[in-house]
């Protein structure tokens, strides 16, 4: 099982970005997929995730920017941001959830963390 983030950079506020989350080793649709963001100093937080045939949701607190979306042909499952704020600035993860601990956007739920990639948005 490998997951792998990408997409990251450096943008201005305002701009957009979309991260790919590339998987293999298992089957993507029977998985939750998670993104989630850890800025300096600041505590993992889940913000997208995606499963089964259900709706993907995304925290309230990104307020509409945020959208996460799969194509299961590719095994790959997107996070596409609008509108970047500088608050925005972290490393951001995507991961399987392989426990039912939490909800969904509960970081202790997952498991096989892809490495990260970095986002920062200057003002």
């Known amino acids: 099982v490998q997951l792998q983030a990408s997409g990251g950079g450096l943008v201005q506020s305002g701009g957009s970005l979309r991260l790919s989350c590339t998987t293999s080793?298992?089957?993507?649709?029977?998985?939750?997929i998670g993104w989630f963001r850890q800025a300096p100093g600041k505590d993992r937080e889940g913000v997208s995730y995606?499963?089964?045939?259900?709706?993907?949701f995304s925290s309230e607190s990104i307020e509409g920017r945020f959208a996460i979306s799969r194509d299961l042909a590719k095994s790959t499952v997107y996070l596409s941001i609008n509108n970047l704020k500088p608050e925005d600035t972290a490393v951001y993860y995507c991961?399987?959830?392989?426990?039912?601990?939490?909800?969904?956007?509960?970081?202790?739920?997952?498991?096989?963390w892809g490495q990260g990639t970095l986002v920062t948005v200057s003002s």
């Open positions: 080793g298992f089957s993507l649709y029977n998985w939750a």
């Open positions: 991961a399987r959830r392989v426990r039912n601990m939490g909800t969904y956007l509960d970081p202790a739920g997952y498991g096989d």
């Open positions: 995606v499963r089964g045939a259900a709706m993907p």
